[in-house]
């Protein structure tokens, strides 16, 4: 059986309808698809602030314990990591685990920075400005 789909060509130049079966490409039939749905939405699993009194991250780590996560500065990035260990889950094993970097602002303490996680599950790491005349945040 043959379809015939008429020609369109995202922004990006794919001609989707070369990529995807007709009954996905949102031009026949039931399904409302498009190649949007191939880009991952944003979540609030994260926030970043910062203003005159400090730099603060915010981590939405609900599934792991504070013993599963790491938080170091590398040049002027924090990195959080986090890892569960293997857990038996049905037939098998699942591992669950991320990776994320923030760029810290110039005029951050780095050197006061803390970390913490909320009885909510979230990660907040939190660090002041600098004591100096006219600091703020600059990334």
């Given at each position: 059986?043959?379809?015939?789909?008429?020609?369109?060509?995202?922004?990006?130049?794919?001609?989707?309808?070369?990529?995807?079966?007709?009954?996905?490409?949102?031009?026949?039939?039931?399904?409302?698809?498009?190649?949007?749905?191939?880009?991952?939405?944003?979540?609030?699993?994260?926030?970043?602030?910062?203003?005159?009194?400090?730099?603060?991250?915010?981590?939405?780590?609900?599934?792991?314990?504070?013993?599963?996560?790491?938080?170091?500065?590398?040049?002027?990035?924090?990195?959080?990591?986090?890892?569960?260990?293997?857990?038996?889950?049905?037939?098998?094993?699942?591992?669950?685990?991320?990776?994320?970097?923030?760029?810290?602002?110039?005029?951050?303490?780095?050197m006061a920075l803390e970390s913490a996680v909320s009885?909510?599950?979230?990660?907040?790491?939190?660090?002041?400005?600098?004591?100096?005349?006219?600091?703020?945040?600059?990334?």
């Open positions: 059986m043959d379809f015939i789909v008429p020609p369109s060509v995202t922004t990006g130049g794919i001609p989707w309808e070369k990529v995807l079966p007709p009954r996905l490409n949102g031009s026949h039939g039931y399904y409302n698809w498009s190649p949007s749905l191939l880009i991952p939405e944003t979540d609030s699993v994260s926030s970043v602030y910062c203003d005159e009194i400090g730099f603060t991250v915010q981590v939405d780590v609900k599934h792991f314990n504070p013993e599963d996560l790491l938080v170091k500065v590398v040049g002027d990035f924090v990195e959080v990591q986090g890892q569960h260990k293997e857990q038996k889950e049905g037939h098998g094993f699942t591992t669950l685990q991320f990776n994320r970097r923030y760029r810290i602002p110039k005029g951050v303490n780095i009885p909510e599950g979230v990660l907040i790491i939190s660090a002041p400005m600098l004591q100096i005349e006219g600091t703020r945040c600059l990334t």
